[in-house]
């Protein structure tokens, strides 16, 4: 008979901050792109969280979606969104220095601008769809002049899936007491 209680093996913290960051990008209300980002310290800690959305506290209501900028900056997204990262910045209770930033798209320049000032150590994406465009060329080079170490990891389906198999244990174990 086939032993169905040998443990698997555990998230490595690569993945476990990545799945957060996913999580966190989750959150976002933006129709096109969201992104998360999470920033963890050198014990593993995650220091802050964030995703993309119109800044905290404003009446969204009067904002626009729109990316169409041939409407004018003043009613397109750009004009008000914060990057998931800015966010986790903003949002930060502690200090940044030296730790590791996760986050599902390769940041832009001007998030660039501000992991690099607080002196992140190590910038973890998932996606760098936008290598060819301008302000991921600069976001490179301000990481390389910063001495900012930047690397891809991957999600796999069977990750996802392995999650998905635990979650619903544990919703089944909630509702049924762990009796099966
Ligand atoms: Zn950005």
Redesign the pocket.
């Known amino acids: 008979m086939e032993n169905t209680d040998t443990p698997k093996a555990p998230l490595s913290w690569d993945e476990y901050f990545m799945l957060q960051a996913m999580m966190s990008s989750f959150r976002s209300k933006d129709p096109s792109t969201k992104?998360g980002s999470v920033f963890v310290d050198k014990h593993n800690h995650q220091i802050s969280m964030g995703y993309?959305g119109f800044i905290a506290g404003i009446d969204e209501s009067q904002l626009p979606w729109t990316k169409d900028l041939d409407q004018g900056l003043v009613n397109t997204k750009y004009g008000y969104v914060v990057?998931?990262?800015?966010n986790a910045i903003l949002h930060a209770p502690r200090s940044l220095e030296g730790s590791r930033c996760y986050v599902t798209l390769f940041?832009?320049?001007?998030?660039?601008k501000?992991i690099a000032s607080k002196k992140v150590s190590e910038v973890i994406y998932l996606s760098d769809k936008h290598q060819d465009k301008e302000?991921t060329i600069v976001?490179k080079k301000i990481f390389d002049l910063s001495g900012i170490k930047y690397r891809s990891m991957e999600v796999t389906h069977k990750l996802l899936e392995r999650l998905q198999e635990h979650l619903e244990k544990l919703l089944h174990d909630v509702q049924f007491g762990g009796k099966v």
């Open positions: 992104v993309n990057h998931a990262e800015a940041p832009c320049n001007e998030c660039a501000l302000h976001a």
